[in-house]
């Protein structure tokens, strides 16, 4: 792979349209987050968020809107857009659901993650060009709006092997203008770049 390549919403779509998603339910508990990403002209950016240090689970971090799935929802999407509306203030009509990517598990806190990709309508946009957010005081510290390209820069990525019960896997940690991304977040992220910089079978 070349140091940077660009990730443009139509590699993106096409990827997911094409991804059989792999399901991981026996792992853990259910949860579901959005990676919303924002169409803007110099480029498409990501919306993180930086949890509260108040919280009990994942104090501080960097994450994407989400949490786990409740019996009132319908599905795994219905559990991402209730969370990114209740963390964030973003309404479900100003998302378009691209579709899902694999099963996260998180080995630590035992929850098996679905993320679903989602392209927020750039008519929500205010006047500046940011959509009006309207983060939970109480679950999120502050929001980040990062643009994906830099994560596919290999400069921004650095990758450490880990062992867990006799099987070596890779944790990913980007550092991206002073942020940094690690955990079930980067390796969510890394798959979403992965599959939309592969080749398309002929």
């Known amino acids: 792979m070349a140091e940077r390549q660009e990730v443009t919403l139509a590699q ?63 599905d795994a999407r219905a559990a991402a857009l209730r969370e990114a509306r209740e963390e964030v203030g973003l309404r479900e009509e100003h ?46 510290a502050a929001l980040h709006e990062l643009p994906l390209g830099d994560f596919c820069d290999r400069a921004n990525l650095r990758v450490e092997m880990r062992e867990r019960e006799g099987l070596m896997y890779e944790l990913y940690w980007y550092t991206v203008q002073g942020t940094v991304v690690w955990g079930a977040t980067a390796r969510i992220l890394h798959q979403l770049i992965e599959l939309a910089l592969s080749p398309e079978e002929p």
Do not use: M
């Open 12 to 74: 993106i779509r096409r990827a997911i349209a094409r991804h059989s998603p792999v399901l991981r339910p026996e792992f853990g508990r259910a949860a579901a987050v959005l990676v919303p990403l924002l169409p803007r002209p110099e480029g498409l950016h990501v919306l993180f968020t930086e949890r509260s240090k108040e919280l009990r689970a994942h104090a501080g971090q960097i994450s994407f809107p989400g949490g786990s799935v409740d019996v009132t929802d319908a």
């Open 95 to 140: 998302v378009e659901v691209l579709g899902a990517l694999d099963d996260c598990p998180t080995f630590v806190t035992g929850y098996v993650i679905t993320p679903l990709v989602g392209v927020i309508d750039p008519l929500a946009f205010t006047n500046a060009g940011r959509y009006p957010w309207d983060p939970s005081p109480a679950e999120i």
